[in-house]
Structure formats: structure tokens, C-alpha cells
């Protein structure tokens, strides 16, 4: 088939294609369209972890659990607690402060709940505990839980009406300032070897409940062995719930915990013998439960 | 006859041209996903202010403040806090927001970089 060249109509149509191609290289290459108001969930993905470590810093400061809900639900991400929970995880191995580690975990926490809960604070440990507690059955928690709540992108909780301006000047602060609370220590309540094959082999959980069998999320718990030490939180893996922790134990090793929070200290802790089914032994593992009294 | 031709087909390639610009600003126009906090909306930029301002009410860590301060852009911590108090006043923020905002405002006319926390 041959192409008449000299065909308006042809003459019109590549005129006119021609002119598009012009104008969407103009506007997609030369001038694209410049956003200026964007919103925090098109932020790059270190600029969203800052985003929350503000958000959590924000909360642990106002314990304002709707605003935080709110803005958490500005980044839009398909998981929120899950992505405050792996931040933590991640923050917690770069070696980043407890404090914000914890704050991160808090927050989850508090989310996954639907509640704010009281703070733990750093607090000496306690004298050793030093005795090896019975066994305990391991107290589930009871307490019912708000289902949890959409996380939508609105942004003011309330606003009020402007009241008289005020000069930009230095006033005095007038907020209330943080009580300081006692702490109560958590004490070791259960220790069960557990025998699992489908678990991880050696595997310490701890569980540490609050006063009231409500799972604490956010409590500093240290391990330690005669070569070195870990640090860990509850609450980092809220899908095995708020207040648990885990650590890997090896064979024939010995270790401490000490719970940093509200301090208990238990020594001489190594990874049982279990036998399968066809008798052969394995690593099993340890159910440390702390609680309040 | 010949110039009323190139004429059309002028105005034809123009038509395209403004087609196409419409498309690529309008219909279909580039998207950015990996963006600075230095482009958030005034109203996000404000309420990540107010953050930063609650957070320092919670421990006083002016080095940490400014260092969240320092992503939205290169204005000074100050300069961003005063525009912040400007919008804040204009967009019924609550008394205690406005004060919370002051008082890091304070702090950050006073900051110097790489000091210790302040009380």
C-alpha cells in the first residue's frame, strides 16, 4: 500500500501528532507539573521513619492516642502497627537510644490496643530473686479490647476558637509536668520448659504482665551470658502480644535476665533437654512469665 | 492559497501542542513518589512542626528538635517555627498548640548547633 504524502487529511493528522508529541515532551520532561503541597504518605521511605519517630516522640510527650492514630493514617501504610513495630526492630539494631526504641513499641502498642497505657519507667533493679519459682500455668490476658480503629487521614482531633494573641515571647511554661510514679517490680510468677518441636530450638519467651495480667509492652529486659549481653523490649512482636519478648539460647550456655524496668533478676537460665516421639533429645525451650504484684 | 495551508497546519500543530501540554499537566501528569518533607502541604508541614514541638515539650532535646526541623527545608529551625506560628494563629490551633509551638520558637532562637540538652 503506498502512503500518499500529499493527502490533507494524512497532512493534518501527522501535524497534529506531532504537535502532542511536542507538547507532552514539554510537559513531562521540560516543565512537569511541580508538586508543592504534597501529603506525608508520598515521602520517601527514611523521610516516613522520621515521620514516626516524631509521631511516637509526639505521643509519648501528649499521650494523645486519636491525633497519633490520625497521623500514623497520613502515611497510609497498608500495616501501621507492623511498620512501627519492624522501625523499632530495625532502630533497635542500629543501636539506637532505648528510648525511642521504646517509644516506637508504645505506640504500637497502645494502637494495637486501642487504649493508652501507663508508661514504665527506668528504675534500678531489684535484689536478685535468686529461687527457682514453680511452675506456673501461664495467665492469658481476659480483658476484652476495643476492636481496633480504622486509621483515616484526618488531621486536627478539635480545633478552638483563637483566643487573644499573644506576644512571641518567652512565658512561662504552664503545662503540668510528669509526676514521678513508682514503679512496681515485675516478678518472676512462672518459668515452664516448654517442649515444642514446630518452635525454634532453645527458645526463651518471656511474657511480662502489669498489675492488673495486662500485657506490658515497651519493658527493657537484659540478657546476659558469661561472653556478653542482649537487649530486649516486649511488645516488638505484638502479633505474639504486647508484653511478649524472645531471645535464642544456645546448648550448654548459661545466662541471666534482668528485667531493667521495675527490676527482677533471674539467674542460671539455660535451654532444657526435650525428647521427641522416637526418644531423641533436643534443644527445648524456656516460658519465663514476670508480673506486677 | 499555498499560505493559507501552512497557515492550517500551523494552527494545527499548535492544537496538538496545547493538547498535548494539557495531557502531561492536567490528565496524566508526572508523579512523584519518593518525596522531601520540604513540598508537604502547609497544613502537614504545620502539624509536623506541632510535633516537634510536643515531642520537645516531652524532653526538652533541643538538638533533636532542630534536627527534625532541619528536613523541611533551608529556612532556619526559627524562621520555620515563626512561619508555623503564623499559620497556627490563622487556623484556630488550640491555646496549649500555640504555646507548645512558642516555646520551642524560644528554644530554637536561642539554639546553637551541637549543644547538649537542655533542661
Redesign the interface.
Same mark, same amino acid.
Given at each position: 500500500m503506498k502512503i500518499d504524502l500529499h493527502n490533507p487529511l494524512l /497532512?493534518?493528522t501527522l501535524?497534529?501528532? *506531532?504537535?502532542?508529541?511536542?507538547?507532552?515532551? &514539554? #510537559?513531562?520532561k521540560i516543565s @512537569? $507539573?511541580t &508538586?508543592?503541597? *504534597?501529603? @506525608?504518605s508520598? !515521602? /520517601?521511605?527514611d %523521610?516516613k521513619d !522520621? &515521620?514516626r519517630q $516524631?509521631?511516637a +516522640?509526639?505521643y *509519648? +510527650? =501528649?499521650k494523645d492516642l486519636p491525633r497519633a492514630r490520625a497521623?500514623i493514617g497520613?502515611l497510609a501504610d497498608v500495616d501501621p502497627v507492623g511498620e512501627l513495630s519492624a522501625q523499632a526492630q530495625r532502630m533497635l539494631a542500629a543501636g539506637e537510644p532505648f528510648d525511642r526504641v521504646r517509644r516506637m513499641a508504645q505506640l504500637a502498642t497502645d494502637l494495637t490496643q486501642g487504649v493508652t497505657a501507663n508508661p514504665f519507667t527506668s528504675t534500678p533493679f531489684s535484689q536478685p530473686v535468686g529461687t527457682v519459682l514453680e511452675s506456673t500455668p501461664l495467665v492469658e490476658e481476659t480483658l476484652t479490647q476495643e476492636p481496633p480503629p480504622s486509621f483515616e487521614g484526618t !488531621? %486536627?482531633v478539635?480545633? =478552638? @476558637?483563637? #483566643?487573644p494573641?499573644?506576644q512571641? =515571647? @518567652?512565658?512561662p511554661? #504552664? %503545662?503540668s509536668t510528669p509526676i514521678p510514679t513508682t514503679v512496681l517490680p515485675f516478678m518472676l510468677v512462672g518459668q515452664e520448659t516448654v517442649c515444642d518441636l514446630t518452635l525454634e530450638e532453645g527458645l526463651l519467651q518471656l511474657i511480662l504482665m502489669d498489675a492488673r495480667r495486662r500485657q506490658a509492652a515497651g519493658v527493657h529486659i537484659v540478657i546476659t551470658w558469661p561472653e556478653g549481653e542482649n537487649d530486649l523490649f516486649t511488645g516488638l512482636k505484638p502479633e505474639l502480644g504486647n508484653g511478649y519478648a524472645d531471645f535464642i539460647m544456645q546448648a550448654d550456655e548459661v545466662y541471666s535476665v534482668r528485667v531493667v524496668d521495675g527490676g527482677s533478676f533471674v539467674p542460671n537460665i539455660s535451654a532444657p533437654l526435650c525428647s521427641d516421639p522416637g526418644g531423641n533429645q533436643y534443644l527445648g525451650g524456656l516460658l519465663l512469665t514476670f508480673q506486677q504484684p | 492559497m499555498f499560505t493559507s495551508k501552512r497557515i492550517r497546519l500551523r494552527i494545527i500543530f499548535v492544537l496538538g501542542v496545547v493538547a498535548g501540554i494539557l495531557y502531561g499537566w492536567v490528565v496524566d501528569p508526572v508523579e512523584y513518589t519518593d518525596v522531601t518533607p520540604g513540598i508537604l502541604r502547609e497544613d502537614y508541614r504545620a502539624d509536623y512542626v506541632l510535633m516537634v514541638a510536643e515531642a520537645y515539650h516531652g524532653d526538652y532535646d533541643t538538638n533533636a528538635a532542630a534536627r527534625r526541623l532541619a528536613v523541611l527545608g533551608s529556612a532556619s529551625p526559627a524562621d520555620t517555627l515563626s512561619a508555623t506560628l503564623e499559620y497556627a494563629r490563622g487556623n484556630k490551633f488550640s491555646q496549649q498548640e500555640i504555646s507548645m509551638l512558642q516555646e520551642l520558637f524560644s528554644a530554637m532562637q536561642a539554639y546553637q548547633p551541637g549543644e547538649g540538652i537542655s533542661p
Open positions: /497532512q493534518i501535524i497534529f501528532l *506531532a504537535g502532542i508529541g511536542f507538547g507532552l515532551f &514539554y #510537559s513531562w @512537569p $507539573v &508538586y508543592v503541597d *504534597a501529603d @506525608p508520598l !515521602l /520517601q521511605s %523521610f !522520621l &515521620y $516524631v509521631i +516522640a509526639s *509519648a +510527650a =501528649t497521623r497520613l !488531621l %486536627f478539635e480545633g =478552638t @476558637p483563637l #483566643s494573641i499573644i512571641e =515571647t @518567652p512565658t511554661r #504552664s %503545662f | -
